[in-house]
């Protein structure tokens, strides 16, 4: 089996989910699993697929800044992924290849970013169920779906914070709030000096580490597969206000 | 929050953040929880709709029914449902 990595790119909130999608179905349909590097232009809200837009996003807020809000398929908290900020990775391949233990996939994929991060300088732990932590402040968060025979395991690894936009864009509730870790959250930049260009090297090889891998782009049915789904679903109110 | 409206909210200890809803129109379960598959949620709703009694009988029928259509909630467990259940029915 040889996976595939996609180059990394930046795409606007929609397009990102609509192509981890599309992704999966490429899998379902016998293609390579799949790993990517992401970013997200114009920065964007993702919320899990269980969340309300309105209790969990300030909507006005995220107008009056150009930022998108994007339900995921995937469940889990809201994310504000700052279009500089931070790197979003995407591990997609059949079921098999991580087995039906949820919680020991999330513990082996964050494995993966821990190792980079390991590389990169930086120690940092495991919290379950989906975040990792250094220093006791959560530096990566992630969420997975299974759906017919395809795992879909897709995160976050902040580079940089911009705390003023976080907690603009953010409206958690006193509950959640009262059960994060005291130190709240962190980035690569206040335990490392490391850039983009040395971060995805890093994830790179430890993403892959023991698998055969080339890189490839998306098919150009991928691509109009990707945009079909931005019309159909990620970019639609219907969708995002679905809850 | 409109008169007849009951919601109650949950933060798991060691888990996600469950919001249960409930008004003429059913339950409505929000939250940043995982349940796979993500497209039981209605199905799970609906089952939080019909359900009464006390908060073991409950969570023994959500128990039963994950069980029987392979659906596992991840970040919270069928008695946190029951008990946020039965405080909105109360």
Known sequence: ?243 | MGPGVRAVERKVPGGKLLRLRLDDDGVRLTGDFFLHPEDAIADLEALLTRLSGDADAMAAAIEQWMAEEGVVAVGFAPSDLAVMLAEARR
């Open chain 1, 1 to 243: 089996m040889r996976w595939r990595l996609l180059p990394f790119a930046a795409y606007r909130g929609a397009m990102n989910m609509a192509v981890d999608e599309t992704v999966a179905d490429t899998v379902r349909a016998g293609g390579p699993p799949t790993v990517r590097f992401y970013a997200w232009s114009p920065g964007a809200v993702s919320i899990g697929a269980f969340q309300s837009a309105a209790e969990e996003v300030d909507l006005d807020e995220c107008r009056r800044r150009g930022v998108e809000v994007v339900r995921r398929r995937t469940g889990g908290g809201a994310v504000y992924h700052d279009p500089r900020g931070e790197v979003t990775y995407s591990v997609i391949a059949p079921q098999a290849v991580f087995g039906n233990d949820i919680l020991a996939s999330y513990r082996e994929v964050c494995g993966y970013v821990m190792s980079a991060l390991a590389a990169l300088g930086v120690p940092s732990e495991y919290r379950p169920i989906n975040d990792i932590v250094v220093s006791g402040r959560k530096i990566s968060g992630s969420a997975q779906t299974r759906r017919e025979g395809v795992f879909l395991m897709h995160g976050t690894v902040l580079l940089s914070i911009d705390r003023e936009a976080m907690s603009s864009l953010l409206t958690p509730s006193p509950a959640k709030a009262a059960g994060r870790p005291a130190g709240g959250v962190t980035c690569l930049a206040e335990h490392a000096d490391a850039s983009l260009d040395e971060v995805l090297p890093a994830l790179r090889e430890a993403f892959l580490r023991g698998r055969r891998w080339e890189e490839g782009d998306l098919t150009s049915e991928e691509e109009a597969r990707a945009q079909e789904l931005v019309r159909s679903r990620y970019g639609s109110d219907a969708w995002t206000f679905s809850r």
